[in-house]
């Protein structure tokens, strides 16, 4: 049932991007695969910073399609079981993975959240999709040791994997007043452009370096 949901809202997501660049002819596909912090949490889909990088681009004219399959309280074990079935639904052109947070948040082992990650990045190679992956970070109150060793993941795949590493886009967000949440996780409505604006350029560029420079 939660795989059959989490599809299910993929495909509407899909469907109100389109609508919105449905003059623009896409060479390319990007899949986000993510959590609350893609799935605009506690806002409307059309808050959500997913949904303003796709206008971004469309007013940019830049061949990419988005499309957003995240889902709040997603954990990449989620994350692996679904992404089969998004490939085949989809047929993205590139993948971009906002996982682990959750994973962390309930204290799992980081081996284990390595290894789902690195599944989902062969997954996806062996259907020949580009992989590009987002550093993900926790409160420092789950200890210098495990804090260390969770975000080391990131870094660790994408220079195994040769893949693009997008630094944590809340870095700087979740120490400005007035851009959080009160959960103290989660953007606001008012922080959903500036996460626009550091990703834009950074994965556009991970998508294909001429579209920034033609």
């Not at 990007?30 to 889909?45: H, Q």
């Not at 495990?146 to 795949?157: D, L, Q």
């Not at 630094?167 to 949440?181: D, N, R, V, W, Y």
């Amino acid at each position: 049932m939660v795989i059959s949901i989490s599809l299910l809202f993929a495909t509407l997501v899909h469907s109100d991007q389109s609508v919105s660049a449905e003059n623009v002819t896409s060479e390319y596909k990007l899949l986000v695969l993510g959590d609350s912090l893609s799935a605009a949490y506690g806002l409307t889909a059309e808050q959500g910073w997913v949904y303003l990088l796709a206008e971004k681009w469309q007013a940019q004219s830049l061949p990419i399609k988005v499309v957003n399959a995240a889902i709040s309280g997603d954990t990449t074990d989620g994350g692996l079981a679904r992404l089969p079935r998004l490939i085949e639904l989809h047929q993205p052109t590139h993948l971009y993975i906002e996982l682990g947070g959750n994973n962390a948040l309930q204290g799992h082992n980081p081996r284990k959240i390595k290894q789902n990650l690195m599944n989902m990045v062969e997954t996806a190679e062996n259907s020949n999709i580009k992989v590009i992956i987002q550093e993900m970070q926790i409160p420092t109150n789950y200890g210098a040791r495990y804090t260390k060793a969770f975000t080391s993941i990131f870094h660790e795949i994408a220079e195994e994997k040769d893949i693009p590493l997008i630094p944590f886009f809340l870095q700087e967000i979740a120490l400005t007043p007035g851009l959080m949440q009160r959960d103290g996780i989660h953007p606001t409505k008012e922080a959903q452009p500036m996460i626009v604006e550091f990703l834009a350029d950074k994965l556009a560029s991970a998508v294909d370096a001429r579209l920034l420079t033609d």
